[in-house]
């Protein structure tokens, strides 16, 4: 979200199964629907559209790691089971959640997006969620009969979303929330699943991020809404509906780094994406890192017997800055990179002057050392 994205080329088969999804829920909270009638059979005729051979398989598959060893079937048979008024609670928070793109339309007044255990009992969420997070965990695995378009296909699973997504965002070559690296990338869901199964194979809550990002240390499963107030994402950037770019400027101040935003409409925004996933802190890690690249620049330069002076230095941090901008999306930490060559342009800046130092210093020991 620090960069522009496009959501996935496979959005059209993802919403694919967020239909499939909606169509079972529909038919399983039915009242007139007990648990027994819920049968390969059943589930064949609720889905008369789809070749029943997979309909079948569906049916019978289960988690091989963990210790939920529930069916597909399994898990649709204790929906059924729960009381009806836990079943129209169910439909009624799915239906709710499946808007939540309409909330970041300021034209639009979708009901608010709530976590299942803020919306359901706690016999309902358990139920609710081992069905629908089973669509990720199982199915999507297994594969689902669709191609990437969302026409009739086979074997659609959690690889092509990820082919897909880098496809669609063809000149992004770092992840979107740091701008570092994406070794180990992983696709992420922005809403955690968790917490809203519903949307786990939703193409707007799927993103690739990297794996440190991902982690519990960083955004992993932390909310990134306010569940209780009447807007919930007001406060919230978005990897495809709200996008952070140019919306805050990297202050450095005694080798910290900060995130200030731009306007006062993003001040909340961006201090929540700070910490979600502990951009300041990351980035002054990184900042160290950047400026010591920038001195090797240097020596490389007083090595090859071209001079630094301090006029020389300035025009050589704005043609530095100026590459690393063109940079920007393909090469990790670019963003970072220009943030500290733009204050070391600055020849008044506390940069410019340790770098002058560093460049003075440099040149001396170079003469000491091929004196004659």
Same mark, same amino acid.
């Given at each position: 979200?620090?960069? =522009?994205?496009?959501?996935?080329?496979?959005?059209?088969?993802? !919403?694919?199964?967020?239909?499939?999804?909606?169509?079972?829920?529909?038919? /399983?909270?039915?009242?007139?629907?007990?648990?027994?009638?819920?049968?390969?059979?059943?589930?064949?005729?609720?889905? $008369?559209?789809?070749?029943?051979?997979?309909?079948?398989?569906?049916?019978?598959?289960? %988690?091989?790691?963990?210790?939920?060893?529930?069916?597909?079937?399994?898990?649709?048979?204790?929906?059924?089971? /729960? $009381?009806?008024?836990?079943?129209?609670?169910?439909?009624?928070?799915?239906?709710?959640?499946?808007?939540? +793109?309409?909330?970041?339309?300021?034209?639009?007044?979708?009901?608010?997006?709530?976590?299942?255990?803020?919306?359901?009992?706690?016999?309902?969420?358990?139920?609710?969620? @081992?069905?629908?997070?089973?669509?990720?965990?199982?199915?999507?695995?297994? *594969?689902?009969?669709?191609?990437?378009?969302?026409?009739?296909?086979?074997?659609?699973?959690?690889?092509?979303?990820?082919?897909?997504?880098?496809?669609?965002?063809?000149?992004?070559?770092? +992840?979107?929330?740091?701008?570092?690296?994406?070794?180990?990338?992983?696709?992420?869901?922005?809403?955690?699943?968790?917490?809203?199964?519903?949307?786990?194979?939703?193409?707007?809550?799927?993103? @690739?991020?990297?794996?440190?990002?991902?982690?519990? @240390?960083?955004?992993?499963?932390?909310?990134?809404?306010?569940?209780?107030?009447? !807007?919930?994402?007001?406060?919230?950037?978005?990897?495809?509906? %709200?996008?952070?770019?140019?919306?805050?400027?990297?202050?450095?101040?005694?080798?910290?780094?900060?995130?200030?935003?731009?306007?006062?409409?993003?001040?909340?925004?961006? !201090?929540?994406?700070?910490?979600?996933?502990?951009?300041?802190?990351?980035?002054?890690?990184?900042?160290?890192?950047?400026?010591?690249?920038?001195? !090797?620049?240097?020596?490389? =330069?007083?090595?090859?017997?071209?001079?630094?002076?301090?006029?020389?230095?300035?025009?050589?941090?704005?043609?530095?800055?100026?590459?690393?901008?063109?940079?920007? *999306? /393909?090469?990790?930490?670019?963003?970072? @990179?220009?943030?500290?060559?733009?204050?070391?342009?600055?020849?008044?800046?506390?940069?410019?002057?340790?770098?002058?130092?560093?460049?003075?210093?440099?040149?001396?020991?170079?003469?000491?050392?091929?004196?004659?």
């Amino acid at each position: 979200m620090l960069h =522009r994205l496009e959501v996935a080329d496979c959005r059209l088969a993802l !919403e694919w199964i967020v239909k499939l999804q909606t169509k079972l829920m529909t038919a /399983l909270c039915d009242p007139k629907i007990q648990a027994p009638d819920i049968t390969a059979a059943w589930a064949q005729n609720v889905l $008369p559209d789809i070749e029943s051979d997979w309909v079948s398989r569906y049916c019978g598959w289960y %988690r091989t790691k963990g210790t939920n060893k529930h069916s597909m079937l399994e898990r649709m048979k204790a929906l059924a089971a /729960l $009381p009806t008024v836990d079943r129209h609670q169910c439909l009624v928070h799915l239906k709710d959640n499946l808007e939540f +793109c309409l909330a970041f339309d300021p034209a639009a007044h979708p009901p608010a997006t709530r976590p299942r255990d803020k919306a359901l009992s706690k016999k309902a969420s358990d139920v609710y969620r @081992e069905l629908l997070e089973a669509f990720y965990l199982i199915a999507l695995n297994n *594969g689902f009969p669709v191609k990437a378009d969302g026409s009739a296909g086979k074997d659609f699973k959690h690889a092509d979303v990820v082919t897909t997504a880098q496809a669609a965002n063809p000149k992004l070559k770092v +992840c979107p929330l740091c701008d570092g690296g994406k070794d180990g990338s992983e696709l992420d869901h922005w809403l955690p699943k968790e917490n809203f199964p519903e949307l786990c194979c939703h193409p707007y809550n799927l993103v @690739e991020i990297c794996a440190a990002c991902n982690g519990t @240390e960083n955004k992993g499963s932390k909310p990134v809404l306010n569940a209780e107030a009447l !807007e919930p994402f007001a406060d919230w950037f978005h990897p495809y509906l %709200r996008s952070a770019h140019d919306t805050f400027a990297v202050t450095i101040a005694k080798g910290m780094v900060s995130l200030d935003a731009l306007d006062p409409v993003n001040r909340r925004r961006v !201090e929540n994406l700070d910490c979600l996933v502990n951009l300041g802190s990351r980035w002054t890690n990184e900042y160290r890192t950047q400026f010591q690249r920038v001195q !090797e620049k240097i020596r490389c =330069r007083i090595g090859r017997r071209q001079q630094v002076s301090a006029g020389t230095l300035e025009t050589l941090l704005i043609d530095w800055r100026e590459d690393a901008r063109a940079q920007i *999306g /393909l090469m990790p930490n670019a963003m970072m @990179e220009v943030a500290l060559l733009s204050i070391a342009c600055d020849t008044r800046s506390h940069v410019f002057e340790e770098l002058s130092i560093y460049a003075d210093e440099e040149h001396c020991a170079f003469l000491s050392d091929n004196l004659v």
